[in-house]
T-cell receptor, first 116, second 112 residues
Framework: AQKVTQAQTEISVVEKEDVTLDCVYE???????LFWYKQPPSGELVFLIR??????QNEISGRYSWNFQKSTSSFNFTITASQVVDSAVYFC?????????????FGSGTRLQVQP | DSGVTQTPKHLITATGQRVTLRCSPR?????VYWYQQSLDQGLQFLIQ???????AKGNILERFSAQQFPDLHSELNLSSLELGDSALYFC???????????FGNGTRLTVT
């Protein structure tokens, strides 16, 4: 079975601070995909990034960066110079190449509040 | 805009009733997924369809059922509704396995 743990339930920072959201996953599969999604107060789920298990390169997209470490089964997400618009719930998710099952297993989410 | 359309946006109904939620996937996406988001259970996978056929089942109750039609839109039917079924129901679609899921804006169901 797969499991995704986001131990940080809620984080509050002041604008321009850097913040890291932690994600730890469990799977016995050697081929899998990791995702991050953002859910702003308006409620929709917005795709941010996908990584496969064979690509451990860190990725940077603007103020967002992701650190994938297979050795620790972690896929952490850092927002640099946070802004109020970053306030949202962030979900980490895992997908494996299980027979017939392609759905995402989500973590419980981390609520990020960025104060002005 | 993800390209996934869900209707209605809000639904208020009474216990014991039956409702149907509708989802139109992104153009070209063959897979449709249904998720339930509640405060106590988080985001739970319910069921997946691929090109009209059921592909995977998650934590879907027997009172719930779904189908995907030839035009690829999908419907989630919830019957004998209970207070605990109140939640945000998301539909998502994807092109192929393990490609990113693109979510609709959800249907907020309130059972009173």
């Amino acid at each position: 079975a797969q499991k995704v743990t986001q131990a940080q339930t809620e984080i509050s920072v002041v604008e321009k601070e850097d913040v890291t959201l932690d994600c730890v996953y469990e799977t016995r599969d050697t081929t899998y995909y990791l995702f991050w999604y953002k859910q702003p107060p308006s409620g929709e789920l917005v795709f941010l990034i996908r990584r496969n298990s064979f690509d451990e390169q860190n990725e940077i997209s603007g103020r967002y960066s992701w650190n994938f470490q297979k050795s620790t089964s972690s896929f952490n997400f850092t927002i640099t110079a946070s802004q109020v618009v970053d306030s949202a719930v962030y979900f980490c998710a895992l997908s494996v190449m299980d027979t017939g099952r392609r759905a995402l297993t989500f973590g419980s989410g981390t609520r990020l509040q960025v104060q002005p | 805009d993800s390209g996934v359309t869900q209707t209605p946006k809000h639904l208020i109904t009474a216990t014991g009733q039956r409702v149907t939620l509708r989802c139109s996937p992104r153009s070209g996406d063959l897979s449709v997924y249904w998720y339930q988001q509640s405060l106590d259970q988080g985001l739970q996978f319910l069921i997946q369809y691929y090109n009209g056929e059921e592909r995977a089942k998650g934590n879907i109750l027997e009172r719930f059922s779904a189908q995907q039609f030839p035009d690829l839109h999908s419907e989630l039917n919830l019957s004998s509704l209970e207070l605990g079924d109140s939640a945000l129901y998301f539909c998502a679609s994807s092109v192929v396995a393990n490609s990113p899921l693109h979510f609709g804006n959800g249907t907020r169901l309130t059972v009173t």
